[in-house]
């Protein structure tokens, strides 16, 4: 999987009732865009019902009230559609270890897994945008002068955002170091690569 090239990918978000799913948290919706060789192709979003209330903190964080989620398909239901939509591809999430504990766990949950593997567009974004004043989404959006329609914390929405970062950080890397179409690895070592190393790393991987 990891020797796809970068441009070919699933950016995904949750939003979930909470910070762990050890602590018995779920999803109550996922957003998705599906990039093929550079180009948005597919888009997949749906709010879930977790079986119990949401608190009143995450539904003002996020928007999304109990009354919503009351006729909203279960967690299970979304999940194995969502399983099929990401099969083939690698994945990537701003603050990935947070979006992949639920991923991991909500598919653990009906017995279906997937092939593909994680790239952080955060750690990722602290390596190449250094000067930037934090790595938030909201921050790197706004740093970049990526377009956007206001909207946080809503999982399509900050899907979109992340999948524009993210085709951004690409081209940003073919214009600053002529790496033309890097692998989804060369992405995934470079988020581990020491922050003083990084130009090194790339002038390398283009070399």
């Not at 020797?3 to 979930?16: G, K, M, P, R, Y």
Request: aromatic fraction near 10%; hydrophobic fraction near 40%.
């Amino acid at each position: 999987m990891t020797s796809h090239a970068a441009n070919t990918v699933i950016v995904l978000d949750f939003e979930t009732t909470g910070l762990s799913p050890n602590m018995g948290d779920r999803a109550i919706e996922i957003g998705a865009v599906k990039i093929d060789n550079g180009i948005v192709v597919d888009r997949f979003q749906q709010l879930m019902n977790p079986g119990f209330r949401v608190s009143s903190f995450i539904a003002g964080y996020t928007g999304i009230t109990n009354q919503m989620l009351q006729n909203a398909p279960a967690c299970d239901e979304v999940m194995d559609q969502f399983a099929d939509f990401i099969a083939g591809y690698n994945l990537v999430a701003h603050n990935a270890s947070f979006d992949q504990r639920f991923l991991d766990a909500e598919l653990e949950n009906i017995g279906r897994d997937y092939q593909g593997q994680f790239a952080c567009s955060m750690l990722i974004a602290r390596r190449l945008y250094q000067q930037a004043p934090n790595h938030k989404l909201g921050s790197l959006v706004k740093y970049k002068d990526i377009d956007n329609d206001g909207v946080f914390h809503r999982a399509l929405a900050d899907s979109e955002m992340t999948a524009n970062l993210w085709l951004l950080m690409l081209d940003d890397l073919r214009a600053d170091y002529q790496l033309t179409m890097p692998n989804f690895s060369v992405m995934q070592k470079l988020s581990r690569t020491a922050k003083a190393s990084v130009p090194t790393y790339l002038k390398k991987q283009a070399s």
